[in-house]
T-cell receptor, first 114, second 113 residues
């Protein structure tokens, strides 16, 4: 079964520290995404990628970097974590053709910045 | 620019009732519309999507949605809800890049016994 795995599942970080969230997919999908969900709100797109070694900015890229070293892996990097980046982060993947824009989500990473 | 709005933040119904969750979008061109479900503490799961053809699309677990171009809507319906349908439901649009989804703020459905 297709799967998107995020690690860690939860993390506590200090303000100003560096945080890396990882995502691994076994779907053989070209597209991968990072979304942020704040309590009581919808998902907002941070970065996405459609091919290895290339990333694109979403709606809220400020304060975040992304890295796609391979088709299977997509990381989200917070170089200087801030209180406002406390949220749940979701990774997702999608294919092309018939499965275009059907997203498969990971279970999420709950990040608390203190 | 495309936008999607879900006007109801919370909907409460009783088990066995029918339910309609509303979604309206704004975009002038061709568009993909989809619905996702999020159970508490979990990631989102795909329910159904529409691009063209029959405006009524069927999804998993008895859900269906109807596209209306005149109303700019894509409402989700279920004829008889079960307690396990309690979750947050998100409407999403894809346009003009069909591979990038933009989500609404979600509607929390609570099914009372």
């Amino acid at each position: 079964e297709a799967a998107v795995t995020q690690s860690p599942r939860s993390k506590v970080a200090v303000t100003g520290g560096k945080v890396t969230l990882s995502c691994h997919q076994t779907n053989n999908h070209d597209y991968m995404y990072w979304y942020r969900q704040d309590t009581g709100h919808g998902l907002r797109l941070i970065h996405y990628s459609y091919v290895a070694d290339s990333t694109e900015k979403g709606d809220i890229p400020d304060g975040y970097k992304a890295s796609r070293p391979s088709q299977e892996n997509f990381s989200l990097i917070l170089e200087l974590a801030s209180l406002s980046q406390t949220a749940v982060y979701f990774c997702a993947s999608s294919g092309t053709g018939g499965s275009q824009n059907t997203l498969y989500f990971g279970a999420g990473t709950r990040l608390s910045v203190l | 620019t495309q936008t999607v709005s879900q006007s109801d933040a919370h909907v409460t119904v009783f088990e066995g009732d029918s339910v309609e969750l509303r979604c309206n979008y704004s975009y002038g061109g061709s568009i993909y519309l989809s619905w996702y479900i999020q159970h508490h503490g979990r990631g989102l799961q795909f329910l159904l999507k529409y691009y063209s053809g029959n405006p009524v699309v069927q999804g998993v677990n008895g859900f269906e949605a109807e596209f209306s171009k005149s109303d700019s809507s894509f409402h989700l319906r279920k004829a008889s809800v079960h307690w396990s349908d309690s979750a947050v439901y998100f409407c999403a649009v894809s346009a003009p890049n069909y591979n990038v989804l933009y989500f609404g703020s979600g509607t929390k459905l609570t099914v009372e016994p």
